[in-house]
């Protein structure tokens, strides 16, 4: 059994700041990434930021110099610090866990980010 569960998401005015965590439990043999994607209705899931567990780190265009992701790699944890927001961040939050061997994906529930004006 794997668990993967996001908590941080929220109504937040522009401007402002939100954490999001992820942490991944149960049987995982070895996570090489962790990564957080987006969801709006009617429109494809998209990357925001993944991190490997050597810290090496990547995001969409248009969140960098906004976002910052990071993790824990002995509490199999992974986070999303979001700065500046604005009301097109609005989405559903999406946690990933990338596995070795496998490969596998994991993903969570989501959690919701609303951005208001």
């Known amino acids: 059994q794997v668990q993967v569960v996001e908590s941080g998401g929220g109504l937040v005015q522009a401007g402002g700041s939100l954490r999001l965590s992820c942490a991944a439990s149960g049987r995982i043999p070895n996570i090489y990434t962790m990564g957080w994607y987006r969801q709006t209705p009617g429109n494809q899931r998209e990357l925001v930021a993944v991190?490997?567990?050597?810290?090496?780190?990547n995001y969409a265009d248009s969140v960098k110099g906004r976002f910052t992701i990071s993790r824990d790699n002995a509490k199999n944890t992974v986070y999303l610090q979001m700065n500046s927001l604005k009301p097109e961040d609005t989405a559903v939050y999406y946690c990933n866990v990338y596995v070795i061997p496998g490969p596998r994906d994991y993903w969570g529930q989501g959690t919701q980010v609303t951005v208001s004006t």
């Open positions: 991190i490997t567990r050597g810290g090496s780190t």
